[in-house]
Nanobody, 120 residues
Framework: QVHLVESGGGLVQAGGSLRLSCAAS????????LAWYRQAPGESREFIAD???????YYTESFVGRFTISRDNAKKTAYLQMNNLRPEDSAVYYC??????????????WGQGTQVTVQD
């Protein structure tokens, strides 16, 4: 079992920055890969990026440059640095973890989500 707790969301002005954190606990193999997703109202959940325990990263192309994923293996924590935020970035942001043998998008573990709201 893996438990994930996101933090760092909130309300920011357009052009601002925010850093989200995802603290993981439980199975070590269950956090081989940590990922960030987001979901806006009426939209499907969207993959942002993931990072392996070996620090290999994979991004949806549209997020490259503005968003950066990182992790601290000793703290079992993943981060998402978000810069130059836009109103369309407003969404609930979710942390996800999976063992290395599970395909991207197949979970199995999710945090509760943290709301990010960007205003003009």
């Amino acid at each position: 079992q893996v438990h994930l707790v996101e933090s760092g969301g909130g309300l920011v002005q357009a052009g601002g920055s925010l850093r989200l954190s995802c603290a993981a606990s439980g199975s070590v193999s269950g956090v081989d890969v940590l990922a960030w997703y987001r979901q806006a109202p009426g939209e499907s959940r969207e993959f942002i990026a993931d990072i392996s325990s070996g620090l290999t990263t994979y991004y949806t192309e549209s997020f490259v440059g503005r968003f950066t994923i990182s992790r601290d293996n000793a703290k079992k924590t993943a981060y998402l640095q978000m810069n130059n935020l836009r109103p369309e970035d407003s969404a609930v942001y979710y942390c996800n973890s999976r063992p290395i043998w599970v395909a991207r998008g197949q979970g199995p573990y999710w945090g509760q989500g943290t709301q990010v709201t960007v205003q003009d």
